[in-house]
């Protein structure tokens, strides 16, 4: 077993390894043109992007909080204005909201530990503004339900946090084209990542798009001149360069996320007190997280830890119980199941080029604690 390199959460180097010579040159190719802001790579990302997820629009951004902020500022949303999400996920979701000034209305999620549809209604009012379902762990929220409830309430426009799960598909359609607009990331451990930050938007809806092209350049519609309150979101030429030569990789390596998925989730089903978020079947779940629920939360951890098995948590503080977050949420209902999977997640390694003994090494943990 000492002599097995040692399990990691995420392995970008493994990864690396794999890709060298094409990103290697990528990059070389940036730095011989030297165009690093805005350079060609950027455009021709866009254009693979959007082929790839099958919208007209893609706008490259400096990360993903930054897609998620753009997209808002798009839709002309602040103070006053309410935006329905879900109180378990990355606290980007929620910040960007409170960042223009607008309420983060939080509605309990449902045993995908996604947001719950059928809780979305009952929290729409007349400050409604948005809809902003979040794919956690590489899993679609139930897009169909949320945008027939937009769709009712008068065209709310729907946001897909889709940070977690580009290369997913919900209903045969890729995460990110199956809403209003839908915005990624590309931080190094999201399924497809850069190596720095990155993000990307995408749409369908024309006007949309211009908007967010200004916005990601201090709102100008041409050099030095604004028509709009913008931000320095440019995502960099070098990232592209990186992310179009793993694009040639990408798919087989979501083939590989979805057999690993299978594999493990095969495996940890039957083991008595393990848990498993539930996966909607015809789906591609990417697994940017492999989280399973338990009641002894922290002592799986502890012994994951100690037989050399790296875990992390997705996310131990429910949005509302954040301290800057206490106060400028708000909840219509409970939410007594985002609060239960706080206390009982646990990630454990995921990467597409996780071996099958690895696996084995993991599950054989888990169950050996499960049995003591
Ligand atoms: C990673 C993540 C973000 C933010 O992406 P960055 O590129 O790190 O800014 C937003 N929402 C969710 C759900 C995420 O997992």
Redesign the pocket.
Same mark, same amino acid.
């Given at each position: 077993m000492n002599a097995q390199p040692p399990i990691r959460f995420i392995d970008l180097a493994r990864q690396y390894e794999q890709l060298k010579p094409e990103v290697d040159a990528a990059i070389h190719r940036v730095l011989d043109h030297g165009q690093y802001i805005m350079g060609p790579e950027i455009a021709q990302l866009e254009t693979r992007l959007a082929d790839y997820v099958g919208v007209e629009h893609c706008i490259g951004v400096a990360?993903? +909080?930054?897609? %998620?902020l753009i997209a808002l500022m798009a839709l002309d949303i602040g103070p006053g204005d309410e935006v329905i999400t879900t109180p378990f +996920? /990355?606290i980007? +979701?929620a910040e960007v909201i409170a960042l223009l000034g607008a309420t983060p209305v939080l509605v309990d999620i449902d045993a995908s530990c996604n947001v719950d549809p059928a809780l979305i209604e009952a929290a729409i009012t007349d400050r409604t503004r948005a809809i902003m379902p979040?794919? %956690?762990y590489g899993q679609c929220a139930d897009m169909a339900a949320i945008n027939e409830i937009a769709a009712r309430h008068g065209n709310i426009p729907v946001i897909e946090?889709a940070?977690?799960s580009f290369g997913a598909t919900f209903s045969g359609d890729k995460s990110c084209g199956v809403s209003t607009i839908g915005?990624t990331? /590309? /931080?190094p451990s999201?399924p497809l990542g850069c190596y720095g930050?990155?993000?990307a938007i995408f749409t369908r809806d024309a006007k949309l798009a211009t908007a967010m092209r200004e916005i990601r350049v201090h709102g100008q519609e041409r050099r030095y001149y604004h028509t709009r309150i913008g931000v320095g979101g440019r995502l960099d030429t070098i990232q592209a360069a990186i992310l179009l030569a793993k694009m040639d990789t990408f798919e087989e390596e979501v083939r590989a996320r979805v057999a690993i998925g299978d594999k493990y989730r095969a495996r940890l089903r039957d083991i008595p007190g393990i848990d498993l978020p539930l996966l909607r079947q015809g789906d591609d779940c990417v697994w940017?997280q492999l989280t399973i629920l338990t009641d002894e939360r922290d002592a799986l951890a502890k012994h994951l830890n100690e037989a050399g098995v790296p875990t992390a948590i997705h996310y131990p503080v429910p949005l509302h119980h954040q301290p800057a977050y206490r106060d400028l949420c708000r909840l219509p209902a409970p939410v007594p199941h985002a609060e239960s999977a706080a206390r009982r997640v646990l990630s454990l390694p995921m990467h597409p080029y996780l071996s099958d003994a690895e696996i084995d090494h993991i599950v054989e943990t888990v169950e050996r604690f499960q049995k003591a």
């Open positions: 990360s993903g +909080t930054e897609a %998620l +996920t /990355f980007a +979701t979040v794919a %956690l946090d940070a977690q915005c990331s /590309f /931080f999201k930050d990155g993000g940017a």
